[in-house]
């Protein structure tokens, strides 16, 4: 498992253990340079989103990942850039409306 791989394994499993919905992963490295993986998520409420950055940027930073970029509105949808992989925690209103998936469905979930 290569470093991007590991990553991406480590957002999964701390948005899993705050009980995130529909948690995908993308590889998008044959498609773009943006990154090797997004990793797109939604929360129940605005506190659960904030939940779920909140653990995603505990269990990065303690697993030695240095977080490059934050943007975002709290509760709405959060974009967590680490370089090679990118983390996207969106309310299900706006992560139905952005429709990342549909957009990037060239990678490989």
Partial sequence: M???DQMA????RALDEKKGR???IIRISD????ADYFVIVDGGSSSQ?????DNVEEKMHLA???????EGRDGTWVLLDYGDVI???F?????LFYDLERIWRDGKI
């Fill in 2 to 4: 290569n470093h991007a």
């Fill in 91 to 95: 309310s299900k209103e706006d992560r």
């Fill in 22 to 24: 529909d948690i995908r």
């Fill in 64 to 70: 030695g990942y240095a977080m490059k970029q934050r």
């Fill in 9 to 12: 394994l480590t957002a999964y």
């Fill in 49 to 53: 989103v904030n939940a779920l950055v």
């Fill in 87 to 89: 983390v996207h925690v």
């Fill in 31 to 34: 498609i773009s340079v943006i």
